[in-house]
């Protein structure tokens, strides 16, 4: 196969987690014959820097252009002036509008290697594989928002809105996902105070009776869902949700395995280049000091292999060695445990030995 990857590093460990990322897919296009370009391209804090803008036009043509695009993290203290003309995280909002990236992908299962480094017993999650499916690009993200004077000073409004075909298209995505994994699907909403809410269950209700009546439907509301995840996280298997709750939630599902650094994500559309990048942020403190887990990276490269180029043989190749890597009791200092760490591209060097063995 020949694919264009377009690499955004973006700020903080973004360029050293990238940088193993694509020792990985350059071992994989050799091991498979496979030819990968894979240009690199600025994009958040770095951007503003040197263009004023966190998503250059030219960043974007070529993201466009590509069949994937593969990211670091974006943002810092540095750029986190909440009067500045524009901020990092624009840039990620932007990308996914113009490349109509409505589905964010998340998967919570934590490593059995790993089960004592989470925060919550081993019993309450072992056994724990959800699939999150968060709707990208509605929501009160992207709806009407603003600042006008008031008796009191100012009053501040951002208003959430839905519409059918976006409720629909999320909720088919996962409901094909649930099919194809334990047929279980859960949809989380606000459905007892929010009028948007209720038709996001009128809506998910009507395409699971409609087009899949062979799966099994839940419906819980989102502040049970924020209690279930802690209580009985391995109950769920596939979850569907909003923009604001799933980023909520999938950040509090982050917790289980027992760090940020294991956990890739993947932002797809209808069509085109899809986005695949690690849940963590940029971890400004530990930049440039070589110990940041690029594990996270390395998977959500495994993601790119099988939703953009529908090569499941590579991805599974993949995350097998990060599985042997984990076993052989391999650590980054976040989940050494007080054991000794190694470096994040001793971790990549590991992970590349387990690929060519």
């Not at 269950?201 to 502040?223: C, G, S, T, W």
């Not at 917790?255 to 890739?264: D, E, R, T, Y």
């Amino acid at each position: 196969m020949e694919a264009r990857i377009t690499l955004l590093p973006g700020d903080g460990i973004g360029p050293e987690i990238v940088a193993e990322a694509k020792r990985v897919l350059d071992t994989i296009a050799e091991k498979y014959s496979h030819q990968f370009e894979t240009p690199s391209c600025p994009m958040g804090g770095n951007a503003i820097d040197e263009f004023g803008d966190p998503l250059p036009p030219q960043t974007l043509e070529t993201c466009k252009a590509s069949q994937a695009i593969l990211l670091g993290a974006v943002g810092g203290p540095k750029w986190d002036d909440p009067s500045a003309k524009t901020r990092p995280e624009a840039g990620l909002l932007q990308i996914r509008k113009e490349l109509g990236l409505f589905a964010n992908l998340r998967p919570i299962k934590p490593y059995s290697e790993l089960l004592d480094a989470s925060p919550l017993k081993r019993e309450i999650i072992e056994g724990t594989d959800i699939l999150f499916f968060r709707e990208l690009t509605g929501g009160i993200y992207f709806g009407e928002s603003g600042r006008m004077e008031h008796p009191d000073g100012e009053k501040a409004f951002s208003v959430m809105t839905y519409t059918t075909s976006e409720i629909a298209r999320i909720v088919r995505l996962a409901a094909e996902s649930a099919r194809n994994r334990g047929g279980k699907l859960t949809s989380v909403d606000k459905a007892n105070v929010l009028e948007v809410s209720r038709l996001w269950r009128q809506v998910a209700a009507d395409v699971v009776k409609n087009e899949f009546p062979d799966i099994e439907y839940e419906v819980v509301l989102v502040d049970a869902m924020a209690m279930h995840l802690i209580s009985r996280p391995s109950d769920f298997d596939v979850v569907v949700t909003g923009n604001m709750f799933g980023d909520i939630l999938t950040d509090e599902g982050s917790m289980l395995p027992g760090s940020l650094g294991l956990l890739p994500s993947a932002s797809l559309g209808e069509s085109g280049p899809g986005l695949y990048e690690p849940i963590h942020g940029s971890a400004p403190d530990i930049a440039g000091q070589g110990i940041a887990n690029p594990l996270a990276t390395i998977l959500a490269t495994a993601m790119l292999l099988r939703h953009s180029l529908q090569l499941e043989t590579e991805a599974k190749a993949v995350e097998s060695a990060v599985d042997r890597v984990l076993a052989a009791g391999h650590r980054t200092a976040d989940i050494a445990a007080g054991g000794n760490p190694i470096s994040t591209s001793e971790m990549g060097s590991f992970v590349l030995q387990e690929l060519l063995a």
